[in-house]
T-cell receptor
Framework: KAGVTQTPRYLIKTRGQQVTLSCSPISGHRSVSWYQQTPGQGLQFLFEYFSETQRNKGNFPGRFSGRQFSNSRSEMNVSTLELGDSALYLC?????????????FGPGTRLTVL | GEDVEQSLFLSVREGDSSVINCTYTDSSSTYLYWYKQEPGAGLQLLTYIFSNMDMKQDQRLTVLLNKKDKHLSLRIADTQTGDSAIYFCAESNPALIFGKGTTLSVSS
């Protein structure tokens, strides 16, 4: 079974631009969560999607948005990029049922904002 | 608010046991987790424990939970150089709230 895939793996953008990151979950998984990882703040939850609906949202500004498609693939978008948005963005998928929230993580997209 | 705290570094010799500690704040977390991150890789779930358990053993890994003190620990027996990585504990509210991670360095 293929794991979680994220594209692109690396991205360089300049301040003010916008960016879209993609995540394909494990086949059969209906829940996709996004996390931002930085040296200073560590791992922070961005949002979770389940069956195309945002189920949970972290404490990030409105410049960060996401969506999920009917095939469970998810995208996240960051508009008006700031230097502080440079981070590793991790996507995780899970079955989404109640009980153990066993999330499987992708390798991440490394975003650098210049 | 929710907060998960871990010590930042641990250095051990190959063959010794490693113990990584974590404290959490959300007493309503049903499950608590340990994840491992190797350089350049995403996170890998190592093990988890249900909140009504005190201990869980899985091969070389032992998780201890003190719910009264909101303290979680991960013990790695017979630590190997391949265990060198960053270890994160996490609580679920239901999104995962992670600690800052403990860097485990194993010397031969």
């Amino acid at each position: 079974k293929a794991g979680v895939t994220q594209t692109p793996r690396y991205l360089i953008k300049t301040r003010g631009q916008q960016v879209t990151l993609s995540c394909s979950p494990i086949s059969g998984h209906r829940s996709v969560s996004w996390y931002q990882q930085t040296p200073g703040q560590g791992l922070q939850f961005l949002f979770e999607y389940f069956s195309e609906t945002q189920r949970n949202k972290g404490n990030f500004p409105g410049r960060f948005s996401g969506r999920q498609f009917s095939n469970s693939r998810s995208e996240m978008n960051v508009s008006t990029l700031e230097l502080g948005d440079s981070a590793l963005y991790l996507c995780a998928s899970s079955l989404g049922t109640s009980g153990v929230n066993e999330q499987f993580f992708g390798p991440g997209t490394r975003l650098t904002v210049l | 608010g929710e907060d998960v705290e871990q010590s930042l570094f641990l250095s051990v010799r190959e063959g010794d046991s490693s113990v990584i500690n974590c404290t959490y704040t959300d007493s309503s977390s049903t499950y608590l987790y340990w994840y491992k991150q190797e350089p350049g890789a995403g996170l890998q779930l190592l093990t988890y424990i249900f909140s009504n358990m005190d201990m869980k053993q899985d091969q070389r890994l032992t998780v201890l939970l003190n719910k009264k003190d909101k303290h979680l620990s991960l013990r790695i027996a017979d630590t190997q150089t391949g265990d060198s990585a960053i270890y994160f504990c996490a609580e679920s509210n239901p999104a995962l709230i992670f600690g800052k991670g403990t860097t485990l360095s194993v010397s031969s």
